[in-house]
């Protein structure tokens, strides 16, 4: 049988770990939505951008694909599609294997948006990887001890 939130105590301890790490994320998110922001495109945009240019490898960029990527609905993605054409972002083309699925592909001025946020991005995180490591390390590691059962 599993076990339910009234068969587990959590420590006082491990409430701490959890705001620790769930800060160093959220600063991680606060630098990023200002910095995308900054280069004049909206955070869900800016992950539209990095979804398509990395999927992993056979995995072609749909709509459906990269709704489910950003765990989005589909008219939602479509609607970020659409405004990331408009700007010059991003463009549809149909794909050479079924001519009636759409492909949506970075755009000269997308590639050169997302590589100077990718570049922020990853600087940032080298700056914030230290701390972020050690919160995530440490709930990994006490989580026996912090998360008890009741008798």
């Not at 991680?28 to 990095?50: K, T």
């Not at 490591?133 to 008798?151: C, D, G, K, W």
Request: hydrophobic share 40%; charged share 20%.
């Amino acid at each position: 049988m599993g076990t339910t939130s009234e068969d587990t105590i959590v420590s006082a301890a491990a409430y701490q770990q959890l705001a620790e790490f769930r800060s160093h994320i959220r600063c991680f998110l606060h630098f990023s939505e200002q910095a995308v922001r900054s280069a004049g495109i909206e955070p869900q945009q800016h992950q539209l951008l990095l979804a398509v240019k990395g999927l992993p490898e056979g995995v072609r960029p749909t709509v459906t694909a990269l709704a489910n990527r950003l765990c989005l609905k589909h008219h939602s993605t479509v609607e970020l599609i659409n405004r990331l054409e408009q700007r010059g972002a991003v463009v549809r083309h149909p794909s050479e294997h079924d001519r009636r699925e759409v492909l949506i592909a970075l755009t000269p001025f997308g590639e050169e948006v997302l590589e100077k946020l990718s570049v922020l991005h990853w600087q940032e995180l080298q700056s914030l990887a230290p701390a972020l490591s050690t919160a995530l390390e440490t709930i990994v590691s006490h989580t026996p001890q912090t998360l008890q059962r009741s008798a």
